[in-house]
């Protein structure tokens, strides 16, 4: 998996503590999606918070999408929520 090139930019943010220490002791509970290269669209604190309590292995769904715009439309309507950077 890869992160989405326009995640870090819009987003920039991490996983805090609190949702590592639920990703190690109850795992990923909602699946990430990805791209059918594998680019993660949506899950993008949750796939580092399972690196940094050594998950090997997360679930995906797969993204009917592969025109680019698509992609980045999903990326920040599943992300709404988020704060995004000074830097949008």
Same mark, same amino acid.
């Given at each position: 998996l890869s992160p989405h090139p326009e995640n870090e930019r819009l987003y920039g943010d991490g996983p805090t503590d *609190? &949702? &590592? *220490?639920?990703?190690?002791?109850?795992?990923i509970k909602q699946p990430l999606l990805v791209t059918a290269s594998h680019v993660i669209v949506s899950g993008h604190r949750r796939w580092k918070a399972a690196k940094a309590a050594g998950l090997a292995v997360v679930p995906v769904t797969y993204l009917r999408a592969d025109d680019p715009l698509d992609v980045l439309e999903h990326l920040v309507h599943l992300n709404r929520q988020r704060e995004r950077t000074l830097y949008q």
């Open positions: *609190d &949702i &590592i *220490d639920s990703v190690r002791h109850f795992g």
